[in-house]
């Protein structure tokens, strides 16, 4: 058996050779079609949504009487007044959900690749979560989880 100094083996030469950028991530052009079902769903329901709200608007009936046009809340007839300001605990209530439950949408994925992201990654969460638990003491002690008024 006689080696060939030029011959080159393919698992060498696949080792050496580096992959094009185009090759990992693909080029932007060939993820339409890849996408193009997705924007397709979004758009029919977009358009059907437009579609039974301006039929609905159109042809329904229309028939306001004096009692279906009382404000009422919850099935009962609303009292005080109608245009009074709600207080600010209910929007920062809101809010302060919204922080927290988006803190869960960056822990899933994390949690998802915890392995492959090695110790970087953990310092990297562990700080995300330190940022969140230094706001949720700063909130607390502020008295913005208090519902008292």
């Given amino acids: 058996m006689t080696l060939n100094a030029d011959y080159e083996s393919p698992r060498r030469s696949e080792a050496n050779a580096t992959p094009k950028l185009d090759e990992r991530i693909g080029h932007p052009m060939t993820l339409l079609p890849t996408y193009a079902p997705v924007f397709l769903i979004m758009a029919v329901a977009a358009a059907l949504a437009g579609l039974f709200f301006i ?12 009692e279906k046009m009382i404000p009422f809340e919850c ?16 929007y920062l209530t809101a809010i302060l959900f919204v922080v927290f439950d988006i803190e869960t949408v960056f822990i899933y994925p994390w949690a998802v690749q915890f392995r492959s992201l090695g110790a970087l990654g953990l310092a990297s969460m562990g700080t995300f979560l330190a940022v969140i638990a230094v706001a949720l003491v700063y909130i607390w002690k502020k008295g913005a989880l208090e519902w008292e008024t």
């Fill in 75 to 90: 099935g009962s007839e609303s009292s005080g007044g109608n245009h009074v300001k709600l207080s600010v605990k209910f």
């Fill in 55 to 66: 039929l609905a608007s159109v042809l329904g009936k229309k028939n306001p009487t004096p």
